[in-house]
Each structure stands twice: as structure tokens, then as C-alpha cells.
């Protein structure tokens, strides 16, 4: 079922030229490795170099300790977790006291634009291949959905950016950063050009790819953080009458395996547990419980401000909390209190059973980025800002049927019609549904909320700069300063 990523582009196909915008460099290559001028010869090598862009979906600087660092710990639903000294530069995230030179920011900056340099790579080399023509522009529109998925988080992260849609040459690696306008324009571009050339659904041999859905979806998700409640409905209405999706009756269970590529799934990263460790990523080990039986480092710790959030017995918050003394998912055995296991609670939709040869850093968890529910909400705020409040209420009411389950005591459906008292439940409904799922400080920042929440969290957020998170330094000092910096850093 996820096969398709199994097969990794190594150094030698996709050469990347440079580990950011603004690197210059020389290296010699052996007489006998490929190099992008040399691969793009047939449809066979256009769908590895496709794979190559899903690939680094997995990959360290893209999906684990850095994004969970830039989303979740920074937000009010977690803490470092872990022990006090370890991994410092996630502490200056967790506490806001981070600078330019922080780790976090310069893995992310190499990893999302190596994606995006992978994806220039492929979509200006592909169309020149002889093959299928419905093949060759499906791949195309993969290429673009996932240039945009590395620059949507990135543009929220950083603000300007250097927009860079082909690969260049080594004159062309100094760029000034663009306006974050003309980013989100390359966005939607890229994602409607994907939406009007994928497929709706693929062969089981394939699941994972991007879809007509995904790029829909995403689309909703990218006119909702611009304000644009019109286009977020219709995007995310889309979505919903495809007729493609379906909440998963098991809230608990949809992020276990059994819960994986489900019809609630949107848009998840592949992983493969192997002993190679080609498909694997440490997206779950860094999450997992420290100590036995999960082999995990503990880092991502839900907040006590996220526990009191949950509305009573909501049981959303026992399936995503995983408290020592509990039973793992899978039944296999008990997070016991001992002095091997480091803090009381973890991120249980991080979990992933224990791998090939019990080596996390193989997981095969999938990381969920887009889910139906998540498509249901979205629909349901802009419904609420277009004045269509019982329509808002239809669909965030699904949501809450879902997670009450068979208990009618718990979750009472909202009623609330008044526009400003409706955008604070879902709003509310969103943190809930999904919490440690990485949205959590990028809804605070386009609902415009940063400051009061952070501050009434402790933390010592400074308006008009922690909006942002720093351009790195590293890239800045490689620019000769033709990069700028963002305010008051």
C-alpha cells in the first residue's frame, strides 16, 4: 500500500546543487553518477524524479524535530518535553528566546528548499521526455502540489521568501527575498494547476499521491490564512462533494495503522518500516514515550493548557495524550511509571508501533498533514463569515458526532448562530479536533490571536516580531547580506 515511496532518488540522480538559494560551490561527481542533465530520459526515470519530491516529505529537516519545534512546541498545546538539557535550541523555541542562529530555522530552510529545488527540477525536465501525455502532466501537477506544500509552510513561517520556480545556475544563487503576495500567488498557481491535472483517487499501488482533493483542499487552507472566506468555501466545498472523503467512525483508532489512508485521509506522508530504513522516518521516534517499551526521545509533551482546553470527557483528549500508566494503541503493553520513562505524558498521534529491528529512526507511521474533518471546519469558519451559520453548524456538528461516538451525554451540538460566538466555538472545535497535529500556532497567527494567546500562556512573545520566526543567519551571511532579516532580530 505504500510502495511507491519506497523507491528513493539517491544524491546521484537529483543532484542538488546547493543546500540553500544562495550556496555556491563545486564538486566534482564520479564519471559514472547521473546527473539531472543525463536522467530525464524516460517516463520510468519522470516518475522516480517525482518520488524524489515526495521523498523528502520524510526527511529530517522537512517533517520531524525542527517542523515539530516551528508548530507545536512553540504553540500553547505543548512543551520541549524530554529532559531540561536536551536539545537546547528547541527550549529557545519553546520559551521564545530564539535567534537567527537557531538550528530549527536553518534545518528547515535547507530541507523545504531542497523540495522545492527537486520539484523545479522535475517539472522543467519532464516535459521534454516522450511518454504518456496524461502521465506526464499527471506527474507534473504532483511536482507542483508539493512546490507549494513546501512553500506554504515556509511563507508562514518566514514571510518573504526568495521565489525560485526553476533551477539555476550558479550566477543565479543569490536572490533577494519576494513579497509574500507574490509567494502566494506561485501557491495557488501551483495548486490550481494541480487540481485541474490529478486524478481524483489512484490504484492501491499507489496511495499516498497527491490528489484532485488534496490540491483543493490545500487551496482551502491557503485562502483561509489570506482571509478569503469566499474562495476557502469554495475550495473546501469541493472537497466535500466530491464525495471522495469520510470521517473515520473511530476517532481513537485513525491514528493507529488501521487508521491510515482511510477515507479520511486527504493528504499523509507515506512511511515504511524497513530495515534500510529508505521508507522510514523519525517523525514518531522523536515524539515517542523515552524509555520502554516505545523507544522514543519524548520531545512534543501536550501542555497543561492543552489538557484544560478539551470540554469535559471529551475522549479526543484520551486519543491524544498518552499518559504513563496507560495501555499503548495496539494493546501491546503498558507505559509504566519507572525511572526509565522521562515525563508524565506524550503526543499518542505520534505513536507508531515499534519498528523493524526495534530502530524508530525506521517508523512506519504516516504524518497526517490534511484530513477531512480539518476540510469539514474550514468550510464551516468561512460558511460562519459568508453568513451562513446553520450551514457552519450542519458541518462542525459532524465533527462533534464523530468524536461523542455512541455516548449522547458528551458534546452536545452547537447551536449558536450569533457570527462572532460561532467563530470562537469552531475556532475552539479546531484546537480540539486537531491538536498535536501541527496547525495549532499557525491558526493562531491568521486568526490574528499570537500575542493575547502566548502571553496569557506565559510565554514572552513580542508583537511585531514573533509573528515571524528569523531568516537563518547562516543564509544571510552566505548572501553577503543581499538577504534581509526579519524586524527586531
Known sequence: MKQFLSKIILSGILVV???SCNEDFLQKEPLNLLTDEAFFQTPEQAIEATNAVYNM????EVHVFSYVGMTDIVSDDSDKGSTPTDANFLLEIDNLTYSAGNLAMAAVWNGYYRGIYRANTAIERIPAIEMDEALKARLIGECQFLRAYYYFNMVRWFGDLPLI????????????????????????ADLEAAAAALPETYPAA??????????????????????????TEQYATAVINSGKYALYPNYAKLFTPEGENSAETVFEVQTTSDPQGLGGSQYNEVQGVRGTPNLGWGFNRPSDNLVAAFEGTDPRREATILYVGEVLPDGSAV??????????????????????????????????????ADVLLMAAEAMNENGKPQDALTLVNQVRARARGANPFILPNITVTDKDLLRQRIWQERRVELAMEQHRWFDLKRQGRLAPVMQAAGKAFVAGKHELFPIPQEEIDLSNGLLTQNPLY
Open 17 to 19: 546543487a546547493a543546500t
Open 57 to 60: 516529505l520524510r526527511r529530517w
Open 165 to 188: 520556480t526553476k533551477p539555476l545556475l550558479p550566477s543565479e544563487f543569490e536572490q533577494l527575498r519576494k513579497p509574500q503576495a507574490e509567494v502566494y500567488a506561485q501557491i495557488i
Open 206 to 231: 499507489e496511495v499516498g499521491r497527491a490528489t484532485k482533493g488534496a490540491a483543493n483542499g490545500l487551496l482551502a487552507r491557503v485562502y483561509l490564512t489570506l482571509g478569503d472566506s469566499q474562495k
Open 335 to 372: 507505559v509504566e511509571d519507572s525511572p526509565e520513562i522521562i515525563n508524565e505524558r506524550f503526543n499518542q498521534k505520534a505513536w507508531a508501533p515499534q519498528p523493524i529491528n526495534g530502530n524508530n529512526g525506521w517508523g512506519g507511521g504516516n504524518i497526517r498533514i490534511l484530513r477531512y
